[in-house]
């Protein structure tokens, strides 16, 4: 039996259980590995935002990808989502970010694991824990019906920013982040972390989806981490398509 650390409210669970399932079939009908959506050869004109590869037989224009994408799902996998909550309560985090939230199922497990770690230290009147990020509106809108389904305790710990995240995370994030959630488009990765790097706490996480199987698109990024006294120290945890755990640990 596999065992799950979550603890979550029955409708909770339920609401995840539904929406996990509608991302699965959403996928099996785009009739490819979930990489595809994020791999990228990270070339021509990218605007930051587009996975350029991905889609190449089915696609050659932007407007038609955003079209394609912008009632998709693209959860991140049920088992990741359970691993990133056992982490965030195992780093008692209580400032986490979100790069890409689409309708918001991550962000779900990303609250419900800050809230429990603001009870253990009776931090209610801590700031939101968890800083989400989307530039679509219709899927901002959507995870926020998602979570306000879900209740005060996954609301209340989420600020989500809409628009493009490398402007919305460009002010406004305190230092002391602990964990940051990379489950976005790959040319927009190594930008992201630079973006947050200098409010990472020592010792803080970042957690990368499909570092194998989007692993071209995602070079810069761990060359980056993986420079000679970058302070980054990676590794691939083997869920599907890899699941990259980074650590932060920079000397003077
Ligand atoms: C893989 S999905 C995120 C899935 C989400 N973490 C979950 O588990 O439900 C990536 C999302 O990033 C969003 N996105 C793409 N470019 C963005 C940008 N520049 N700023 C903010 N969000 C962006 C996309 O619209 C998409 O919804």
């Known amino acids: 039996m596999v065992r799950s ?14 929406l996990h399932k509608l991302s699965i079939e959403q996928e099996s009908q785009l009739k490819g590995d979930k990489a595809r959506f994020v791999s990228t050869d990270v070339s021509g004109s990218a605007d930051g935002a587009t996975p350029h590869k991905y889609l190449e037989n089915d696609l050659n224009s932007k407007a038609s990808l955003d079209d394609l994408m912008r009632d998709k799902f693209i959860a991140l996998d049920e088992d990741k989502c359970h691993f990133v909550y056992q982490l965030i309560r195992a780093m008692g985090a209580t400032n986490v970010i979100e790069a890409g939230t689409s309708f918001g199922v ?27 990020t989307e530039n679509e509106p219709s899927k901002a809108a959507k995870a926020r019906q998602h979570w306000a389904e879900c209740g005060p305790e996954v609301e209340a710990e989420i600020d989500l920013r809409e628009g493009n995240l490398l402007e919305t995370l460009a002010s406004n ?62 590794l691939t945890l083997p869920y599907s398509g890899g699941f990259e755990m980074t650590v932060y640990n920079p000397r003077k």
């Open 106 to 132: 991550s962000t779900i497990y990303i609250a419900l694991a800050v809230s429990e770690n603001k009870k253990d230290i009776d931090g209610r009147k801590l700031k939101p824990g968890v800083i989400a």
């Open 173 to 234: 994030v305190e230092q002391g982040v602990d964990l940051l959630l990379l489950d976005i488009w790959t040319p927009l990765a190594l930008p992201t972390v630079k973006l947050i790097q200098s409010k990472l706490r020592h010792g803080a996480v970042i957690l990368t989806d499909h570092t194998l199987t989007a692993a071209e698109g995602y070079k810069e990024l761990l060359a980056y981490f993986e420079a000679p006294n970058s302070g980054f120290h990676n």
């Open 5 to 18: 650390p979550l603890k979550a409210p029955q409708h909770v669970q339920a609401l995840l259980d539904k």
